[in-house]
């Protein structure tokens, strides 16, 4: 398989590198001097494409690459995809889900705490010598507060059982309620922002969901309510965000994902009732390299015309 | 009732006093010890000789001797869960009620321990330190963490908080296990009856006991090299369960993986060693301190103290064993 071309959009994984390069023809797009010219030399050899998050087989690259056979995405989110065009040309597309679920789950619980109970606000204190001249202030119980979920995906449901252990009532929104599902059903986002103090973006982003969370949504969640983002940053209006913490209009927010990484509004950076990591989610060694393996094994299934581990398309 | 009944003898303001002030007892006479310029012995013996109430900071030991002057002592109510300053076989003989704060405090305690957890696993104030240091754009990926699920955890101290933990950390996928002075018989939980064969076999250990002679610095280096170099330890019990000494050497030399810490020996200070450290997070004791439990907690004093002076059975009373 030494001859086939695989080409990766940027750099994700020391392992996943060292991977590909010992199975297959790689190239890496990022160490391109001249990305047209790199096109027209090596295009017709490049029969798949490996992305992540933050890269992904746009309609631009897929016309480029007539020799394409197959998107194989580091991550489990595939909006920088254009699946429609991957589809039309029979090109197919894999991802990784399942393997990533627990870790972002059990993030979007660290958020929470870390949030509500102000765990790195409390750190930068004690560090500080600040403790020294006096305790910190009131923060707020996690245990019995009502966690509202957006989508309930496999992410989705991981993040309420989660939340159940800590007591707390599920509620969620999705495009249909779903029958077998004990948690509180509610129609729309705004509806669920009400009634709900902490609410966790857990959903695909596609064209519904873009700005899933705006303005109404954010004063319907109010100055006491908390939003936890571990799906991707254009699901929030994010300067109707900052403007809602800057003006204490929300009580906080958690946030793993931002609308332009890794730029981060900088007013945020002033608010200790925010937490700010730079797209963690999926992020220990133990699912990184799960993640590369799906890539890899799907990669290989492929080329040896064997069935695919997770295809999407 | 008469007037006298409805004293409340009160040596030091307990915290939820000194953060939520004195108005939660409002229908009762406080006698204020601390506020007085007389040694307390006189201070008890011209003011304390018909009050039936006191209310105990969690800190002040009640001694046999204090005890003594204070001979209409009925009831004492304590906003601590632990009863170590109290002197229990006196109070005993004595025929006086104890009221505690049960398990007010667990939840958060175990919601602290959990958070703790996370980000020392997941290096969330790490991340977050990173990210407001402006290094996202600049040095690119942030290292990476570990994963939680399937994590042997051990338990030390499988009381209400040390339930509440495990419960959590179940759903995450984390293997419980657990020591405890006695094996809990309707626990699933594999018991351990040492703590050092539970660190040999656990990734993880939170310290969730109270302290007592047991417990004083028994988190020392042998368990911490029995837990090794990827172990994490994380404490939200009392500061001198650990051997804090021990404990910075072996973080330092890598020994020991990291350490999510809520008490220290000599609070408020901090040892320095620790603050270079990212992979240990750093908490100011403030488990129990949010807003729902502290006033949860002046209900709860409230309550007790309503249902003594009407004859009605304590809110939250402690069985003394003999």
């Known amino acids: ?313 | 009732m008469k007037s006298s009944h409805a004293h409340i003898l009160v040596l030091e303001p307990p915290p939820i006093m000194i953060i939520c002030g004195d108005q939660f007892l409002k229908n009762f006479r406080l006698l204020k010890a601390w506020e007085s310029q007389l040694p307390l012995d006189q201070f008890l013996t011209i003011h304390a000789q018909s009050v039936q109430a006191l209310l105990s900071s969690g800190r002040y030991s009640l001694t046999a001797d204090i005890l003594q002057l204070l001979p209409s002592l009925r009831l004492v109510v304590t906003t601590s869960a632990g009863l170590n300053h109290i002197d229990l076989p006196e109070c005993r003989r004595r025929g006086i009620s104890i009221a505690n704060a049960k398990d007010t405090y667990s939840e958060d305690v175990a919601d602290m321990a959990v958070g703790l957890l996370i980000d020392v696993f997941r290096k969330i104030s790490s991340a977050d330190s990173f990210v407001r240091k402006g290094l996202w754009p600049t040095k690119g990926d942030f290292p990476l963490g570990s994963k939680l699920g399937g994590k042997r955890v051990g338990i030390v101290g499988l009381g209400s908080i040390g339930q509440e933990v495990a419960k959590r950390l179940q759903a995450f996928g984390c293997r419980i296990s657990y020591c405890s002075r006695n094996k809990k018989p309707y626990v699933s939980y594999p018991f351990y009856s040492s703590v050092i064969q539970l660190a040999t076999d656990c990734d993880v250990l939170i310290v969730c006991c109270g302290l007592t002679q047991q417990t004083h610095h028994m988190i020392n280096k042998d368990v911490m090299l029995a837990l090794g170099k990827e172990g994490v330890v994380v404490n939200v019990g009392r500061g001198a369960i650990i051997k804090e000494e021990e404990l910075v050497q072996c973080l330092v030399q890598g020994e020991l993986g990291g350490a999510g810490l809520d008490v220290f020996e000599n609070e408020p200070k901090v040892p320095g060693e620790l603050f270079a450290l990212d992979k240990v997070v750093l908490s100011p004791h403030t488990a129990v301190r949010t807003a729902e439990t502290l006033i949860a907690m002046c209900e709860l004093v409230k309550g007790n103290f309503e249902a003594f002076f009407s004859n009605k059975p304590l809110l939250s009373p402690v069985v003394l064993n003999n």
């Open chain 1, 1 to 313: 398989m030494e001859s086939i071309g695989v080409l990766m959009l940027c750099p994700m994984s020391a392992y996943l590198e060292q991977e590909l390069q010992s199975r297959f023809n790689l190239f890496k797009l990022w160490t391109v001097p001249q990305k047209p010219q790199f096109l027209k030399e090596h295009a017709s050899s490049i029969r798949a494409v490996v992305g992540n998050a933050a890269a992904g087989a746009d309609a631009e690259l897929i016309s480029a690459l007539p020799k394409l056979e197959i998107v194989s995405s580091y991550s489990v989110g595939v909006d920088k995809i254009d699946l429609d065009k991957c589809r039309e040309k029979g090109i197919r597309v894999t991802y990784t889900p399942d393997v990533l679920t627990e870790d972002v789950a059990d993030l979007a619980i660290g958020l929470i705490l870390a949030v509500l109970r102000r765990l790195c606000a409390s750190d930068r204190y004690v560090r500080s010598g600040a403790w020294k001249k006096g305790d910190f202030r009131l923060t707020t119980k996690f245990t019995g507060k009502t966690v509202g979920i957006i989508g309930l995906g496999r992410i989705g449901m991981a993040v309420a059982k989660r939340a159940e252990a800590f007591n707390c009532p599920i509620s969620y929104y999705s495009r249909r309620a779903k029958p077998d599902i004990q948690y509180t059903y509610y129609p729309s986002v705004v509806e669920l922002a009400s009634n709900c103090d902490i609410l966790v973006v857990a959903c695909p982003l596609n064209e519904e969901t873009w700005h899933i969370i705006n303005r109404g949504v954010i004063d319907a969640l109010g100055p006491k309510g908390v939003l936890i983002n571990i799906g991707r940053g254009p699901h929030v209006d994010e300067p109707e965000l900052v403007s809602a913490l800057v003006e204490g209009r929300l009580g906080g927010a958690g946030l793993d994902v931002y609308e332009k990484e890794p730029e981060i509004p900088e007013e945020l950076f002033g608010l200790e009732n925010v937490v700010l990591l730079p797209h963690v989610g999926s992020g220990t060694v133990e699912t990184r390299t799960a993640m590369a393996d799906l890539v890899i094994g799907n990669l290989e299934a492929h080329f040896l015309n064997k069935p695919l581990l997770t295809p999407l398309v």
